[in-house]
């Protein structure tokens, strides 16, 4: 009668465990970029500590080619969210694409400028003249360089803007054939690497640019809440990992990333860079957009012809995922 017992018991268990894992919501991220890179590491820790699993996700990573395709697949509907920056929306919606941001995930700008140290610059102004890489002339990095130009009183026109792509703005700073860029933390950190002293300005200093955000169609907040504001949940346990603990944070994130592999200590001085120069140290508010802020972006773009039609801001973006 025991093993009888013991046996229906087993069998509950095998039947609940099944139910529990067919239960779980198969859904695709999008990565503009490979998701590898050390500006996803967040994501990459959620996966690995199983915060998506314990939300009730079966999530699949993808990389779609770059930030306009992420924001064209989200919005109709081949991916159920994606990667973007926290401005897409007000660049997109006027071109006919649903989304709005569902999370920001920073407090400050993605991309800072940086010059070498031995091209003469030591001020924003003293840039006039000299080569600056962009990712694109349809990118952030362009986008941020504009606004930190006009901040001293240059244009475009006064300097040699080369949009170069994500190898080439790192190859062309350590070979001087760029005397700056508008970049990230780790590119600015494989030119260090390579013997290259550089020096940094950063773009929340004199513009209110922003970070990274997850970003979703108006169909899918609509139709599934649930596992919107599941994932947004699961990823920002993997940004507070980040900014409470960012030398374990790059153990686990080298130990999920064999790309990675003997590099904690160059993982973890990446991620302080980010909780300097992006995400901030607030994790009680991480994740929310600020109106203001986004206005003041908008007012930019369309003052730069960057955008032609102001969208109403409240449609580029919600944070009612955000809260607990």
């Given amino acids: 009668m025991k093993k009888l017992l013991r046996t229906i018991v087993t069998a509950v268990s095998l039947v609940a465990m099944a139910g529990a894992a067919s239960a779980a919501e198969k859904m695709t991220y999008l990565f503009p970029a490979p998701d590898f890179l050390p500006a996803f590491a967040p994501f990459k820790l959620a996966m690995s500590k199983g915060y998506y699993t314990d939300a009730g996700l079966d999530v699949t990573f993808q990389v779609g080619k770059g930030g306009a395709d992420v924001a064209k697949q989200v919005g109709v509907g081949n991916a159920e969210l994606g990667g973007g920056i926290g401005d ?3 660049i997109v919606r006027a071109n006919g694409l649903p989304i709005r941001g569902v ?3 920073g ?16 001020q924003l102004a003293d840039l006039k003249g000299k080569s600056i890489g962009v990712l694109s002339f349809q990118d952030t990095t362009y986008y941020n360089l504009l606004a930190a130009l006009a901040s ?3 244009s475009k026109d006064d300097v040699d803007i080369q949009a170069v792509g994500p190898a080439g703005i790192i190859q062309l700073m350590i070979s001087g054939d760029t005397q700056a860029m508008s970049g990230t933390v780790e590119w600015a950190g494989a030119v260090r690497a390579a013997g290259v002293d550089v020096q940094m300005l950063p773009i929340n200093d004199i513009f209110p640019a922003m970070a990274q955000a997850i970003i979703a169609s108006d169909k899918i907040i609509a139709e599934k ?10 990823t920002i346990k993997g940004y507070i990992d980040v900014i409470k603990d960012p030398e374990q944070a790059a153990k686990d994130y080298v130990a999920a990333v064999p790309q990675h592999a003997g590099k904690e200590k160059v993982m973890e001085a990446i991620m302080r860079g980010y909780i300097d120069l992006v995400y901030g140290t607030d994790t009680e508010n991480f994740g929310t957009f600020d109106e203001a802020r ?4 908008q007012d930019f773009y369309l003052k730069n012809d960057i955008v032609r039609e102001a969208v109403p801001i409240a449609d580029t973006y919600t944070n009612q995922f955000v809260a607990k």
């Fill in 107 to 122: 407090a400050k700008a993605l991309t800072q400028i940086y010059w070498r140290k031995d091209s003469g610059v030591t």
């Fill in 88 to 90: 897409t929306a007000i």
């Fill in 103 to 105: 999370a920001v995930l």
């Fill in 152 to 154: 001293v009183g240059l």
């Fill in 225 to 234: 809440p649930e596992l919107v504001k599941a994932f947004v949940q699961a």
């Fill in 294 to 297: 986004m206005k003041a972006v």
